[in-house]
């Protein structure tokens, strides 16, 4: 998982946060399927390292996109998500490794469960957009921004996505200006 979480950031930066949590959905179904139809040791562990990468890199993009993604005012709330998640998933599977014990189908039931919450991940980021955030700071592409933005806030008015979209480049320049400042001072302002 450390891997993951380690090159999250800047792989969160080239391919956005949206493929980047592609990209960890892949590797958490190509990781259930080795560990699911592994017959040895090592297999089995190559799967359990490659379902820790993709763990490192969701764990350390999921909070970015959600932050990037919410409305204002239910971001908070939005926040805390990823984590109930976290915890409802262990309990979980709990159940289905007592589930697997007690019918005696062993282990590759509690391996292959997992490939449930990846597919899951899959079908719901290849639905959701892009951040408009990154939109607009890494492809400077403002339309794609609104398009991504008027998806996320479907309840919406155009006038207030267009609002809430220049709320975002006020931020954008605020944040530029600010870690200009920064740099011209060292760095420890």
């Known amino acids: 998982a450390i891997f993951g979480s380690i090159g999250s950031g800047r792989l969160g930066d080239l391919a956005g946060r949206r493929g980047s949590l592609l990209i960890s959905s ?8 080795v560990m699911t139809a592994s017959s040895s040791v090592s297999t089995l562990v190559v799967g359990r390292l490659v379902a820790g990468f993709a763990a490192g890199l969701a764990s350390a993009t999921v909070n970015p996109y959600i932050a990037e993604c919410s409305a204002p005012e239910v971001r908070g709330a ?43 991940q899959v079908a719901a980021m290849l639905a959701l957009p892009e951040s408009p955030r990154w939109l607009l700071t890494r492809a400077k592409d403002e339309a794609k921004a609104r398009i991504a933005l008027t998806q996320l806030r ?29 740099a011209g001072q060292g760095g420890f302002a």
């Open 26 to 33: 892949g590797a958490f179904l190509i990781g259930g399927v």
């Open 78 to 120: 939005m926040l805390s998500l990823p984590q109930l998640g976290v915890s409802s998933g262990i309990l979980i599977s709990y159940f289905v490794a007592l589930a697997a014990m007690m019918n005696g189908v062993g282990w590759r039931l509690m391996l292959g469960a997992s490939l449930f919450p990846a597919f899951l």
């Open 154 to 182: 479907d309840d919406q008015s155009a006038e207030e996505v267009e609002a809430e979209l220049k709320s975002l480049r006020e931020g954008l320049q605020r944040e530029a200006a600010s870690m200009s400042v920064k």
